[in-house]
């Protein structure tokens, strides 16, 4: 019988995946294989980082159904992160809890007025592009390619006019380049002037050089603005599975994320919102956004080296854990993930990252994601040598 669902596709990167366990007869990620494909961080401490926790302790009580505006003690760690490396003044309020980043960039898309026309970046976070499709939103593309290396301006943005809407990465997936300091200020205050409004999304906040930054630091009071900074256990405190991600928005539109988890959502795992909130401990987190940033950088470094020696072309910023670049000697990523298959490993090819979705006629057809957010440092050497046989 036919589906009673209308039928949509995953989303790119698992498209990936599963062409390699086609390839392979793996799932990326086991024991064996390279998932340079892949944007998860490594779930064990890194060097000079904080201990990861393998257990939680929970009661009865946490077995009741969780508040549906977040656990007390999460509410709590998120509002005094965020007011303690950043200066802002939210409360919990202000803060909305989710299963992940993905559940809270997907409702905000989701609740958007439809007057508010979405502004993002033609290269970006793979899933925004079903989002924005599944959900029939009305949006301009703003220039980011090879022709500006990726690194658009104020200015691109500034030329569409209100009602609208920014939605980035910051630092970017897939390609690191980082809106920091006075650039990023300048495009908070444009997300806050009248009729508009903006998503900015940190999931990798802690992936940066030098001390971090954030949207936050520049809201103000974001009780008179529609800004909404998204982040997670995901990558920086290295725990995906947790599956918890937060918004901070205004009081106003935190309470409809709110109203709408009791209808649609039922809240978020006790345990996790304990675990995650144990994460977040001033001190730990202190601990985790310096060796995050040490590590991930010298890893950033070496690939980076390795992979211009090799030939690739890197655009990469200086966040995130990708690498960013184009392929040496007009091949596509396609055809270098077929080789790579032989090695178990694959990258992700650049035209899952193409906002205009334009498939082989992509300019990015022959650009490259190559993740090192799983690796650890001793398989460097074993990595590249798998890279430069597969260009053979
Ligand atoms: C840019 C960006 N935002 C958000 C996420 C959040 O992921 P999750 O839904 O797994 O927390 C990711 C993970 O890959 C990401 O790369």
Redesign the pocket.
Known sequence: MDSALIHFPPMGVYETLFKFLDATGKYMGTEGTHPWAQ??PLTTPIPGGPDIPTSISFTHTDLKYPPATGGKELLEAIRDYYNHFYGSSITTDNVAIFA????G?YTTLAFLKPEFRVLIEETE?TPYWDALKLLGRDHAIIPSNPYNRFRPSLSDYQGFAAPSFVVK?NP??PTGVTWRGETLKQLVDFCKEEGRGGLF?E??EFFQTGEPDSAMRYVGDIDKTNLFV?S????GLQA?GL?V?WVVASKQNIELFRNFSSIAMGGVARPSQICTAGLLQLQRAKQAREAIGAFYGSQRARYGEALTELGFELFTGDGGFYHWGRLPGGLTADEFNERLFKHEAAILPGTLCDMFRRGSASPLASFVRFSFGPLKQESFDSDVAILRAALG
Do not use: E, L
């Open positions: 944007g998860f992940g980043g993905r559940p960039i976070y990465s970017c997936n999304d999931a990798y998204v997670a256990a995901t990558k995906p599956r991600g």
